[in-house]
């Protein structure tokens, strides 16, 4: 068992949890994850793990409720526990050869964004950060990550924030001011990573992007996470997740995350309904 530590609601979607996992703490490094189930008869979903601190021997992890598990654990408090954690799991990101790096986090993808960041700052490699949201509501680790950056830009959809466009608009324009990258790093929604990876092609600065598509078993078994990288595929689980942006294919890994989705509205539907159903057992009492 896994003890809660701690739980923040970050914003209404996202919540930051504190887990005991002292033998991941120790060696969790950006970008990887880990696999956990939170009872005997919960599913495995994989979770990035936003920070570890070894000497109290606890991870981080942040996440979003948009499926029955992430809905469960962000119901979870202090003192509960979960039942299984495995990892570190994946490869970690790779910045051997890097001068000058900007990483950029879509959303929830910020919170991968800060570890990679804070690795950065902490070997004393100039990075800057750009992090996207819908609106300012959404913001997420603007504090954490303006403290592990060069240059942090938060840009919103809607403007809320008074920087209104997208993170590739922020990223061009740090470009065309001079900025010498030689790494970008993205994290985010697939749409986001493959415009990143657009932006950054012309000017042949290397690009790697985090995958995140259907993970089973975390191993390399199911095969749910394959990714096509140039004519190859591979497992995010195993040989990323991180891959060359210029290489993955994403219009194959969009399709390829929408093919679930009928099974997540019955799933959806299914929860909707036991809730009204334990609703009714409440009045009755």
């Known amino acids: 068992m896994y003890p809660i530590k701690d739980v923040v609601d970050l914003n209404d979607e996202v919540v930051r949890m504190v887990v005991e996992a002292p033998a991941i703490s120790k060696k969790v490094k950006p970008g990887q994850f880990i696999m956990l189930r939170i009872d005997e008869q919960g599913e495995r979903i994989p979770l990035t793990v936003n920070d570890a601190n070894p000497e109290q021997g606890t991870i981080t992890l942040v996440f979003q409720k948009v ?31 890097a001068h000058h ?51 942090s830009i938060v840009m919103t959809d809607d403007g809320s924030n008074g920087h ?66 140039g004519d190859h595929y591979l497992h995010a689980c195993i040989d990323g997740p991180d891959f060359d942006g210029h290489q993955v294919d994403f219009d194959e890994a ?16 299914h929860r909707c309904r036991l809730l009204d159903q334990l609703e009714t057992v409440g009045e009755g009492r």
Request: net charge neutral; glycine share 10%.
């Open 67 to 97: 499926g029955a598990t992430t809905r469960q654990m962000g119901m979870m408090t202090a003192g509960q526990s979960i039942r299984d954690v495995a990892g570190p799991l994946g490869k970690p990101t790779d910045f051997s050869g």
């Open 101 to 151: 790096v900007c990483v950029i986090g879509g959303g929830l993808g910020t919170a991968i964004a800060y570890p990679q960041a804070k690795w950065l700052h902490d070997h004393h490699i100039p990075v800057d950060v750009i992090t996207g949201f819908r609106t300012e509501d959404l913001i997420i680790l603007a504090d954490e990550v303006s403290q592990v950056c060069d240059t």
């Open 164 to 229: 209104k466009g997208l993170v590739t608009a922020a990223l061009q324009e740090r470009i065309d001011a001079g900025a010498a990258y030689d790494l970008v790093v993205a994290v985010g929604p697939l749409i986001m990573m493959k415009f990143v990876a657009k932006t950054t092609a012309p000017y042949h600065i290397k690009t790697l992007v985090s995958m995140n598509p259907l993970m089973i078993d975390g191993t390399g078994m199911c095969g749910g996470c394959r990714v096509r990288v």
């Open 254 to 269: 969009m399709r390829r995350s929408t093919q679930y989705r009928s099974f997540e509205r019955q799933a959806e539907d």
